[in-house]
């Protein structure tokens, strides 16, 4: 995967709220895409995945939505709580040459406010 | 074992000198990745191995990086002449590659400090 080095956009949002992060995928190829969630201090974790053949999945708390037409990803965090203050990273597989080529988005920094 | 692990966690080094990080994927990921994160900004893509074939340098920013997979498992990032500019957070992820697509697993990363 590749990703610019650029800063990062910010997102405040005040605890209780819903949380929307968006990011726009390169690829329309890409098959399978995935959220992360990067804590200040730690490496990126999974937080939840989603097929090109599917437009919505929900998890705990997270929903992720897809759009292929307009090659559009969002998260959806509902009743944001201090703990999911991290940047959130999304990322679209495609397989290049036979092998799952990974290219990451640049991120958005989640605050949330107290 | 039950993650990514990397070594050194922390390094301070001096302008010049050589540094060699470390990395321990999940055991029977076959796919092991090398990113740097400078502060406040996204994953750069570095080096890309995946089982036997040619591992991906394109992201390789320079002839001072280079990168070795011994035995399809631990991975070593080497950084020759380090640079103050080289000062990061040094990420290493591996996946088990599918059909379906991969998630890859992230370590706790190696803040490298060049002084």
């Known amino acids: 995967g590749e990703s610019v080095g650029l800063h990062l956009p910010t997102l405040s949002v005040q605890e209780g709220d819903n949380s929307i992060i968006n990011c726009a995928y390169s690829?329309?190829?890409?098959?399978?895409f995935i959220w992360y969630k990067q804590e200040s201090g730690k490496g990126p974790q999974f937080i939840i995945d989603i097929r090109s053949n599917m437009d919505k999945r929900q998890g705990q708390r997270v929903t992720v939505l897809l759009n292929k037409t307009v090659k559009h990803l969002s998260l959806q965090i509902a009743a944001t709580q201090p703990g999911d203050s991290a940047v959130y990273f999304c990322?679209?597989?495609?397989?290049?040459?036979?092998?799952?080529?990974?290219?990451f988005g640049i991120g958005t920094k989640l605050q949330v406010i107290p | 074992g039950a993650g990514v692990s990397q070594s050194p966690s922390n390094k301070v080094t001096e302008k010049g000198k050589d540094v060699e990080l470390r990395c321990d994927p999940i055991s029977g990921h076959t796919a092991l990745y090398w990113y740097r994160q400078s502060l406040g900004q996204g994953l750069e893509f570095l080096i890309y191995f995946q089982g036997n074939s040619a591992p991906d340098k394109s992201g390789l920013p320079s002839d001072r990086f280079s990168a070795e997979r011994t035995g399809g498992s631990v991975s070593t990032l080497t950084i020759q002449r380090t640079q103050q500019e080289d000062s990061a957070v040094y990420l290493c992820?591996?996946?088990?590659?599918?059909?379906?697509?991969?998630?890859?697993?992230f370590g706790p990363g190696t803040r490298l400090l060049v002084l």
């Open positions: 990322a679209e597989n495609n397989g290049v040459g036979g092998y799952q080529k990974v290219t």
């Open positions: 992820a591996s996946s088990l590659v599918t059909l379906g697509g991969e998630t890859q697993y």
């Open positions: 690829n329309s190829a890409s098959d399978y």
